[in-house]
């Protein structure tokens, strides 16, 4: 056994004190305080222990205790080798533990094998990072905390889906040709689905993974939300729920999670007195024109190849002419969504949300969203323009025809239109769940086996209505949704001439009025400040 004596020479004039006895072998020193006339003080040893920077723990409890109790004479373990400790800790949900390294004295050092003899120990078995356990076993980073294990996370389930096998959306603008010219053979509003066809699919919700905590309990995923594929007017739906097939030719449409096909009807000449004014619930596909006079209306989208003369058009979807309008200040247009046409001459025109032509001339244009004057020359001669968000024009105006506005902004009747139109959904809601109270009732006398005739005519009855007024709630909140979408852009309304401005414009921007008394190339009129401004247009915009 190797030992080693040492003085301390407190008081040189006088005897130790106490000694030191430093035991290698054992790990340890030992002080001893002798009888002298001076008692020496905790600091005293701390500071003679400290002094010889021994690799040791010093026990400063054990020396407090001894100096307590005035031992003389007694050689007390005061400092010794102490192994390095540690600590794992997990919090109370069980998402991670973390390794908290203690320092250590000249003793053996913490191990791997240690940590994972205490791993076991506390049931720590899943998502043990053993290769941050061996960094922080190199770094010997003391009192931090080192993650060390993480929970497996739950891969929550995806809800179902409607995937649709038809466009939802069909493009408003015609191809440009060279030369200013536009070609509006290509643009299709209507499509078309054969009986038979599959509209839609179902995508199933997905159960999703559970996940584990690091102590191995199972964290639950969330399944993902199932929803009801449902079939509309026209079309039948498969025995497991999962595909909707149309039941008739005609054009489909997906409101809510219910699929619809409506019939096209189509008329390969003109609308002449050989076929009459159309009322048709559904699209209606012209390959002619429309001559004077006559009034077509549908419920969903009109096509028309040839011109149409002062006629009466109105859709509650698109409206496409591809010859144009000459409505010889008679003609009245109105569509639910979006109207396109060659050219517009001496007409009013209503759209919900966009308009796209060639030429408005001496005509009045009216948008829930945008106007788009861009196509082949572009020109707004005497006319009238007004849209919520944008009027896009290449030319504005003419040094000879007589005044043309251009209105772009917020309009009341456009917040009248969507109360109106919100009432009218509440009071179909209303109307739908009253009719489904009296399907459940009847439904629930048919299992008992007590429904006469006249009750099963009824119910058949109810049941064509419920569906009736499914497909106009649908409606009604697609409208909704259309206008909201309109408003909520309408942050700067904005009117943008490509082209040429002329003089004898009026510019008008929500309530700010703009009259053009000179001639502007490639402008963009717009509010700021309280006045409107004009800027250079930038055709990137």
């Not at 003391?142 to 060390?148: E, R």
């Not at 191995?216 to 729920?241: F, H």
């Not at 001559?291 to 011109?307: R, Y």
Request: charged content about 25%.
């Amino acid at each position: 056994m190797t030992s080693m004596r040492e003085h301390n020479d407190v008081d040189s004039n006088g005897p130790d004190p106490f000694t030191i006895e430093v035991k290698e072998e054992e790990g340890c020193a030992f002080v001893t305080i002798h009888d002298t006339a001076e008692y020496p003080s905790l600091e005293q040893i701390l500071n003679c222990l400290r002094d010889r920077n021994l690799p040791y723990w010093i026990d400063e409890g054990t020396i407090a205790k001894e100096l307590a109790k005035k031992t003389t004479g007694q050689p007390f373990r005061a400092a010794f080798a102490k192994d390095p400790k540690f600590e794992i800790k997990v919090d109370t949900a069980q998402r991670f533990a973390t390794l908290v390294l203690k320092e250590g004295f000249d003793g053996r050092e913490t191990t791997m094998v240690d940590v994972q003899l205490k791993l076991n120990e506390m049931g720590i078995v899943s998502g043990v990072d053993l290769d941050r356990v061996v960094l922080a076993l190199s770094e010997k980073t003391c009192d931090k905390p080192v993650v060390i294990a993480r929970a497996t996370e739950p891969v929550h389930g995806t809800d179902a889906a409607v995937d649709c096998l038809f466009p939802l959306q069909l493009t408003m603008h015609p191809k440009e040709l060279e030369n200013n010219r536009v070609d509006f053979r290509e643009l299709k509003l209507i499509y078309a689905a054969a009986q038979g066809d599959v509209l839609a699919r179902k995508i199933p919700a997905t159960r999703g993974k559970p996940g584990m905590t690091v102590t191995g309990k199972e964290i639950p995923a969330k399944p993902g939300r199932d929803i009801a594929l449902t079939a509309g007017r026209n079309t039948t739906i498969s025995p497991d729920g999962m595909e909707v097939t149309a039941a008739i030719a005609g054009q489909p449409f997906l409101k809510g999670r219910s699929v619809f096909v409506e019939p096209v009807y189509s008329i390969k000449g003109d609308i002449n007195y050989s076929v009459g004014n159309v009322d048709f619930k559904g699209s209606v596909k012209i390959d002619g024109s429309v001559v004077s006079g006559f009034s077509i209306k549908a419920t969903e989208s009109i096509e028309i190849n040839g011109v149409v003369e002062d006629c009466f058009l109105e859709a509650g979807m698109d409206i496409s002419i591809k010859g144009g309008v000459l409505g010889a200040d008679k003609g009245i247009i109105k569509a639910g969504r979006d109207f396109s046409a060659l050219f517009v001459e001496n007409c009013h025109v209503e759209a919900g949300r966009n308009i796209v032509v060639g030429d408005a001339l001496n005509s009045e244009l009216s948008a829930g969203d945008s106007i788009d004057v861009v196509l082949g020359t572009g020109r707004v001669i005497g006319s009238k323009l007004s849209a919520q968000n944008l009027a896009a024009i290449n030319t504005l105006g003419s040094p000879i025809a007589g005044r043309t506005q251009v209105a772009v902004g917020f309009e009341p009747k456009t917040v009248a239109l969507l109360k109106e139109v919100k009432e009218s959904a509440r009071k179909t809601e209303y109307t739908l769940e009253e009719i489904g109270k009296h399907i459940s009732t009847l439904e629930e006398l048919s299992r008992t086996g007590s429904l006469t005739e006249e009750k099963e005519n009824l119910y058949g009855r109810l049941l064509a209505t419920a569906d009736e007024l499914d497909h106009q709630l649908q409606e009604h909140r697609g409208r909704i949704e259309m206008i909201e979408s309109t408003m909520a852009k309408a942050a700067q309304p904005t009117v943008k001439v490509r082209g040429t401005c002329y003089p004898n414009v009026r510019i008008k921007i929500g309530t700010l009025m703009f009259d053009c008394t000179t001639e502007y190339q490639s402008a963009v009129f717009y509010e700021e400040d309280g006045r409107i401004k004009v800027n250079v247009y930038d055709n990137k915009t």
